[in-house]
């Protein structure tokens, strides 16, 4: 029964995960066209700005997120440390730790430059753009983050389950 519930749930999660790479495909058509449009009224170094911005909020972004993901695998496995644990693995734990912070705390402060860039760029686009140009504008930029963030929680939700599926499976004879 567990282990048709494991199928079961993974199966909605692939088939959640085809809606929004679905849903990312349209939001990449809404993103061609939108830079389409800046590119025909803004200048060269104005359009080169909105590219450069578009291309680091989904490094910057998925960056932060791998991180957390990271760290959050890491603090679980320190959670897991007992008596028995090696302290040569307690301490590479330690330093994992450390270091993953460090690079979260590192890519939130790229994450707070590319906020102020984004003004920035709002700025821009303002005087060239429409109000509803100007709100699909920011409806796709965040748009884009939700899915980056959604696609990246249901890769670790998939990732989970199919662990404990293969681990279930493993278990019995």
Not at 16 to 37: K, P, W
Not at 73 to 100: C, F, P, W, Y
Not at 124 to 149: G, H, N, P, W
Request: hydrophobic share 35%; aromatic share 6%; net charge negative.
């Amino acid at each position: 029964e567990l282990i048709s519930s494991l199928r079961s749930k993974l199966q909605s999660l692939w088939e959640e995960r085809e809606l929004i790479l679905s849903e990312a495909r349209e939001c990449a058509e809404r993103g061609e066209e939108l830079q389409a449009t800046v590119r025909d009224v803004c200048k060269p170094n104005e359009f080169e700005r909105y590219m450069m911005f578009i291309g680091d909020l989904e490094k910057v972004v998925s960056l932060l997120l791998c991180l957390s993901s990271r760290l959050a695998r890491v603090q679980n496995a320190m959670r897991r440390i007992d008596g028995n644990t090696d302290a040569e693995e307690k301490q590479s734990l330690n330093e994992r730790h450390k270091l993953l912070s460090r690079q979260r705390e590192d890519a939130k402060d790229l994450k707070e430059n590319l906020d102020r860039r984004e003004r920035v760029v709002s700025g821009i686009l303002a005087k060239y753009l429409t109000d509803q140009q100007l709100q699909e504008y920011r409806r796709f930029v965040q748009v884009k983050t939700s899915l980056l963030i959604e696609q990246k929680d249901l890769e670790e939700q998939i990732r989970f389950f199919e662990e404990q599926l293969e681990n279930l499976e493993k278990s019995i004879p």
